[in-house]
T-cell receptor, first 109, second 115 residues
Framework: RKEVEQDPGPFNVPEGATVAFNCTYS??????FFWYRQDCRKEPKLLMS???SGNEDGRFTAQLNRASQYISLLIRDSKLSDSATYLC??????????FGAGTTVTVRA | EPEVTQTPSHQVTQMGQEVILRCVPI?????FYWYRQILGQKVEFLVS????????KSEIFDDQFSVERPDGSNFTLKIRSTKLEDSAMYFC?????????????FGDGTRLSIL
């Protein structure tokens, strides 16, 4: 089983729509969780950390379900600039990050 | 906002040659990392470095790879004898010491092309 699995998409949505997608992780001892976004051939950029109680950052809402070992990201009121690949990232300790393969979101005008 | 910087942005090298990729982590960060991303694939962990030694390394990080922090600012990745399959984007990242929930911050990468 892969350490981090994501639906690759693509999710094609119109501007203003809401889009949501999940990620599952295999290591129940995982300690911290993040969503990064990656634009084509660029570096991963931190979008938000994911906290146990769920958290919001503007139009973005992240949820963590430790019992089922999944993380979700919801984007409200999508903008054209939200078009990117969203990477689910898990930290199993002080050291390495484990990346999912990414979920591609395309927002159309 | 402070950022991780990497040089060069693109490196083209003949197979079998040595290559050194350079990174300047954020100045007050103490954990350093190298990742790679082969075109069309996910980001993969290579190595982490703390307190002047390797903390963890992946199966990818074999004897052909080495890392060094030669001075107070640079963090380098050396590939001793490059292979075609080493062609990838290489990302350096750094993190503050202490809190496990601190995210890693990535440089904009070096594209390595092996001919």
């Amino acid at each position: 089983r892969k350490e981090v699995e994501q639906d690759p998409g693509p999710f094609n949505v119109p501007e203003g729509a809401t889009v949501a997608f999940n990620c599952t992780y295999s290591n129940s001892a995982s300690q911290s969780f993040f969503w990064y976004r990656q634009d084509c051939r660029k570096e991963p950029k931190l979008l938000m950390s994911v906290y146990s109680s769920g958290n919001e950052d503007g139009r973005f809402t992240a949820q963590l379900n430790r019992a089922s070992q999944y993380i979700s990201l919801l984007i409200r009121d999508s903008k054209l600039s939200d078009s990117a690949t969203y990477l689910c990232v898990v930290n199993n300790g002080d050291y390495k990050l484990s990346f999912g393969a990414g979920t591609t979101v395309t927002v159309r005008a | 906002e402070p950022e991780v910087t990497q040089t060069p942005s693109h490196q083209v090298t003949q197979m079998g040659q040595e290559v050194i990729l350079r990174c300047v982590p954020i100045s007050n960060h103490l954990y350093f990392y190298w990742y790679r991303q082969i075109l069309g694939q996910k980001v993969e962990f290579l190595v982490s470095f703390y307190n002047n030694e390797i903390s963890e390394k992946s199966e990818i990080f074999d004897d052909q790879f080495s890392v060094e922090r030669p001075d107070g600012s640079n963090f380098t990745l050396k590939i001793r004898s490059t292979k075609l399959e080493d062609s990838a984007m290489y990302f350096c990242a750094s993190k503050l010491e202490g809190e496990r929930n601190q995210p890693q911050h990535f440089g904009d990468g070096t594209r390595l092309s092996i001919l």
